[in-house]
């Protein structure tokens, strides 16, 4: 048994790990730093950067690099041994503040968008100081931003950052108003859920399209899959247990809140999910958490998939992001307290979070809008591609009588009866909850269920903060000029909700009722990425991020094509996987197979033309046409990619191969299954989703 305490956050450079190796006013500048974002004064970055070094050597560091998140949506770190010269031969470990606060990475290897030509090759990586640095193998990790010689940002952190502040600065706006003095700072809270499915390694490795794609491109439905609702919270196997554990201990050792583990809705899923922090944190973390849950799965004899859809016909995986606002004094400024409807801040700062959702729905669609993705979204797993928000019966009935101007009946605290004498009576929610909604208000936060699970949180974080502190600077400069405060507040409240409550729907979002009312409501519907990513570039959106200097006009036009090109490489490499697999090993098995049953048929008429062949001649034929089926319609996929090759404009490529290329994938797809139930398993070249989703 671990001592969890002792185990937790040890190998990260904590507030308690500086307050004690560094001097007491370094720590007090630091600090300062950190919690209200000053300047870092040189000198100080000098003391921490020994008190690091010393620090990460004692953890059995070695190196370090700066770590940072390119917009390839995964980690970069390059490795920088300690070691100096000193002459006769010998070295010193040294670590300045120069190197800490700033380093050099190649800019052009990375996707820029246009931003970086090849040759520009210089970008440069800074210091982030309100993300904790720590030690992964042997290797002290400093958490960086990341931009080019020119300034512009090339990574996922650096647009967070600037959104954290843009909410922060509008957010006390609102407070002051209210009588806060105190606060110095409004943080965005965030606790990502993690889905994700383990299958065993072997199996893994024998699939081409999971090792190139993270994702089965073929595979008929097993006899059984979810059907039965047996694996969700069902009992955790033995290896997946002890997966588990191994991975909590990985976790927490750097500080990661790891809190909840269950099995998830398909076979062969589960769940991780952590403790708020700070969403900048929370980002950084839930990167971590990616890259561990791979590497401790593979010490299992497992392999962990992150694809949003990896298999066919079952769940796929996605990412609920339970996104609040909290001050630096730890006031929750989504909590709605035991009378919402006389929280009058409260409900400021609600409707600003509902018009910022209606307004900006597009760009929180844009920031879900992946390959992957479009597998989950609208799929009755997951929710539609409909941005809409649940508030629940009580702060709906709350929002509807201070429009209508009438006084809330507050029902009091409900409670549920069991029926059974031994059972207490059970404290009732206010409201049920939806698991069918986009974006549904849970207590005293919103959850984003619409994130894909391989997906970082950077960017909807950054849009959502984005949009919210919009709306709390319009609210606060109406509120700061108000002759009447307590009455400019409830006219805000009340024009606020009529104006956008057509973003409100608390009913079941998977019904097939839904995409038509929400149509007459004027909301948005954008399927596919495809469909969504152009609208990055509408001028509202343009105008919203470079107003509050989250993202300016250059780089919302690199971010826009870097999307675009990415969603283009991933369908082609699942295309020409998909090729590749049904030349090299699909159309031979189902043809070997074929001629077996050709000489068992052979066979048995030499014996006796008595003895039926039925089955031989009757598979045969079936195999024979399926498999000219098979043949001639992934020469139309290849002559899709050939066209997709020559259309140069990457808005227009994307919808070309978003509609005929994936079209064509699927017919390949539907042959190949076919086959798959036809063709001996003796013959058959891969493992089959009952291998896979139920041998681990």
């Known amino acids: 048994m671990c001592n969890v305490p002792e185990l937790f956050g040890s190998m990260v450079f904590t507030e308690s790990v500086m307050r004690e190796k560094l001097p007491q006013d370094v720590y007090k500048k630091l600090k300062k730093t950190i919690g209200i974002g000053t300047k870092l004064d040189p000198d100080v970055a000098n003391a921490v950067a020994a008190a690091m070094k010393d620090w990460a050597i004692e953890k059995g560091a070695t190196h370090f690099t700066h770590w940072f998140q390119p917009m390839t949506g995964i980690t970069a770190e390059k490795h920088d041994s300690f070691i100096t010269p000193v002459g006769d031969g010998k070295v010193i470990m040294e670590f300045s503040g120069k190197m800490l606060i700033q380093g050099e990475p190649d800019a052009s290897s990375f996707p820029s968008g246009g931003l970086r030509a090849t040759f520009e090759a210089r970008g440069y990586t800074a210091w982030d100081p309100t993300s904790p640095a720590f030690v992964k193998e042997k290797t002290l990790c400093i958490p960086t931003a990341f931009c080019s010689y020119g300034g512009e940002v090339l990574d996922k952190k650096t647009p967070l950052l600037r959104s954290m502040e843009a909410l922060s600065k509008q957010a006390l706006r609102i407070l002051r108003l209210f009588g806060n003095k105190e606060a110095v700072a409004v943080s965005t809270t965030v606790g990502p859920e993690q889905e994700y499915f383990l299958v065993d390694q072997e199996l893994f490795e024998q699939r081409p399209d999971l090792l190139l794609t993270g994702r089965t491109l073929f595979g008929a439905k097993p006899p059984k899959g979810q059907e039965l609702e047996d694996h969700y919270f069902g009992v955790i196997k033995t290896r997946v247990k002890e997966f588990m554990e191994d991975l909590d201990e990985e976790l927490w050792k750097l500080g990661i809140l790891s809190k909840t583990e269950h099995n998830e809705v398909a076979p062969a899923q589960h769940e991780i999910a952590p403790i708020f922090?700070?969403?900048?944190?929370?980002?950084?973390?839930?990167?971590?958490?990616?890259?561990?849950?791979?590497?401790?799965?593979?010490?299992?004899?497992?392999?962990?998939?992150?694809?949003?859809?990896?298999?066919?016909?079952?769940?796929?995986?996605?990412?609920?992001?339970?996104?609040?606002?909290?001050?630096?004094?730890?006031?929750?400024?989504?909590?709605?307290?035991?009378?919402?409807?006389?929280?009058?801040?409260?409900?400021?700062?609600?409707?600003?979070?509902?018009?910022?959702?209606?307004?900006?729905?597009?760009?929180?669609?844009?920031?879900?809008?992946?390959?992957?993705?479009?597998?989950?979204?609208?799929?009755?797993?997951?929710?539609?591609?409909?941005?809409?928000?649940?508030?629940?019966?009580?702060?709906?009935?709350?929002?509807?009588?201070?429009?209508?101007?009438?006084?809330?009946?507050?029902?009091?605290?409900?409670?549920?009866?069991?029926?059974?004498?031994?059972?207490?009576?059970?404290?009732?929610?206010?409201?049920?909850?939806?698991?069918?909604?986009?974006?549904?208000?849970?207590?005293?936060?919103?959850?984003?269920?619409?994130?894909?699970?391989?997906?970082?949180?950077?960017?909807?974080?950054?849009?959502?903060?984005?949009?919210?502190?919009?709306?709390?600077?319009?609210?606060?400069?109406?509120?700061?000029?108000?002759?009447?405060?307590?009455?400019?507040?409830?006219?805000?409240?009340?024009?606020?909700?009529?104006?956008?409550?057509?973003?409100?729907?608390?009913?079941?979002?998977?019904?097939?009722?839904?995409?038509?009312?929400?149509?007459?409501?004027?909301?948005?519907?954008?399927?596919?990425?495809?469909?969504?990513?152009?609208?990055?570039?509408?001028?509202?959106?343009?105008?919203?991020?470079?107003?509050?200097?989250?993202?300016?006009?250059?780089?919302?036009?690199?971010?826009?094509?870097?999307?675009?090109?990415?969603?283009?490489?991933?369908?082609?490499?699942?295309?020409?996987?998909?090729?590749?697999?049904?030349?090299?090993?699909?159309?031979?098995?189902?043809?070997?197979?074929?001629?077996?049953?050709?000489?068992?048929?052979?066979?048995?008429?030499?014996?006796?033309?008595?003895?039926?062949?039925?089955?031989?001649?009757?598979?045969?034929?079936?195999?024979?046409?399926?498999?000219?089926?098979?043949?001639?319609?992934?020469?139309?996929?290849?002559?899709?990619?050939?066209?997709?090759?020559?259309?140069?404009?990457?808005?227009?490529?994307?919808?070309?191969?978003?509609?005929?290329?994936?079209?064509?994938?699927?017919?390949?797809?539907?042959n190949a299954d076919t086959l798959e139930t036809l063709v001996s398993s003796e013959y058959w070249p891969y493992p089959t989703y009952s291998d896979l989703l139920f041998r681990v």
């Open 277 to 670: 922090s700070t969403t900048n944190m929370a980002c950084d973390q839930n990167q971590l958490t990616m890259e561990i849950l791979k590497k401790v799965a593979e010490r299992h004899g497992l392999a962990c998939l992150l694809h949003e859809k990896p298999f066919a016909g079952v769940n796929g995986s996605g990412k609920h992001n339970n996104w609040s606002m909290a001050t630096d004094l730890g006031e929750n400024l989504l909590e709605p307290g035991k009378t919402p409807h006389e929280n009058v801040q409260f409900l400021i700062f609600l409707t600003a979070v509902i018009k910022a959702v209606d307004i900006y729905a597009d760009l929180l669609r844009v920031s879900t809008a992946t390959a992957g993705n479009d597998h989950r979204l609208g799929a009755n797993e997951a929710p539609p591609a409909i941005v809409s928000v649940f508030l629940g019966s009580q702060l709906s009935a709350v929002l509807e009588d201070i429009a209508a101007g009438r006084l809330y009946a507050d029902a009091g605290q409900a409670w549920l009866d069991s029926g059974v004498a031994v059972l207490p009576p059970l404290p009732k929610d206010n409201t049920d909850r939806n698991r069918t909604s986009p974006f549904a208000f849970t207590g005293n936060k919103f959850e984003f269920r619409a994130m894909g699970s391989a997906q970082s949180i950077s960017c909807t974080n950054m849009i959502l903060n984005t949009a919210v502190a919009e709306i709390l600077s319009e609210f606060a400069s109406r509120l700061e000029s108000a002759d009447d405060f307590a009455a400019e507040v409830q006219k805000i409240v009340v024009e606020a909700y009529n104006a956008h409550k057509r973003v409100v729907f608390n009913g079941n979002s998977y019904s097939d009722e839904w995409p038509l009312e929400a149509a007459a409501r004027g909301l948005h519907n954008y399927r596919t990425a495809p469909e969504a990513l152009p609208h990055y570039l509408d001028p509202a959106n343009v105008a919203l991020l470079n107003k509050h200097g989250v993202l300016f006009p250059i780089e919302i036009e690199s971010r826009t094509e870097v999307l675009l090109e990415n969603y283009i490489k991933v369908l082609t490499i699942e295309a020409q996987t998909m090729l590749s697999m049904t030349r090299t090993d699909i159309l031979p098995a189902a043809s070997a197979y074929a001629a077996s049953l050709t000489r068992a048929a052979l066979d048995k008429k030499a014996l006796s033309a008595l003895i039926p062949v039925a089955y031989e001649e009757s598979t045969i034929a079936e195999i024979s046409q399926v498999s000219a089926c098979l043949y001639q319609n992934s020469k139309a996929l290849d002559d899709a990619l050939i066209e997709s090759r020559g259309i140069e404009d990457a808005a227009a490529c994307a919808s070309f191969i978003g509609e005929t290329v994936v079209e064509r994938m699927n017919l390949l797809r539907q």
